[in-house]
Each structure stands twice: as C-alpha cells, then as structure tokens.
Nanobody
Framework: QVQVVESGGGLVQAGGSLRLSCTASGLTFDDYAMGWFRQAPGKEREGVSC????????YYTDSVKGRFTISRDNAKNTLYLEMNSLKPEDTAMYYC???????????????????WGKGTLVTISS
C-alpha cells in the first residue's frame, strides 16, 4: 500500500522560512517524479514545484522562483521543499504527490499524479 506523508507546515511571519518534508512508502521511490502542490481557500490547486525521478530536472511556478527549492533524497524516500522569504499569499494547504514518470519536471507538474498525501498547512502572517 502506497503512503505519502507530508510534514513541516506551520505558522510563520512574512519573510520567514519553512522546510516541508514528504516521505513515500510502498513504492520504488526513484522510479517516481515528485511534486509539491498547494491549494488556498477559494482557489484551484496549483503545481508549486516538481522534480524528476533522478532529480536532474526541476520546475517552479513563477510566483515561487528564487524563493523555494525542491530536492529529494532517494536513499531516504524523502522529498523536501525549502521555502524562504515567505509571503502571506503562500498560505495554503501543501500537498506532496508522486507520479511514475520519466518525463521532465514541468510536464509532471502539469499532469495527473498517481498518489497524493493528505497535506500540511502553511500559514503566513503579515
């Protein structure tokens, strides 16, 4: 049974930092591209950042470029999202997702994922 579990969310002030983590079990992690998605109240879910199965390709949505960094540790079956210079508009539920794919990270972020976590809440106060 595949399980995807996020952690690391919380409440921080604008300008602060958070590091999200995601562990995936029940799958061969290094066969899967991974991604972080978010959904704010009243808004559609968006792909924040994705990374290819081997880590050689990454994608960021424009609003987080230069502030967020995605990485993965295939030996630990873990995905990370380092978030700096956080803004109130980054407030959302953040979801980790996996897709068995050899395509590049941008393609992954714009297409359907195979497995999803339940999310971790990120709240940025102004």
């Amino acid at each position: 049974q595949v399980q995807v579990v996020e952690s690391g969310g919380g409440l921080v002030q604008a300008g602060g930092s958070l590091r999200l983590s995601c562990t995936a079990s029940g799958l061969t992690f290094d066969d899967y591209a991974m991604g972080w998605f978010r959904q704010a109240p009243g808004k559609e879910r968006e792909g924040v950042s994705c990374i290819s199965y081997g880590g050689g390709s990454t994608y960021y949505t424009d609003s987080v470029k230069g502030r967020f960094t995605i990485s993965r540790d295939n030996a630990k079956n873990t995905l990370y999202l380092e978030m700096n210079s956080l803004k109130p508009e980054d407030t959302a539920m953040y979801y980790c997702a996996a897709r068995r794919s050899r395509f590049n990270a941008q393609w992954v972020c714009l297409n359907t994922m195979d497995y999803w976590g339940k999310g971790t809440l990120v709240t940025i106060s102004s």
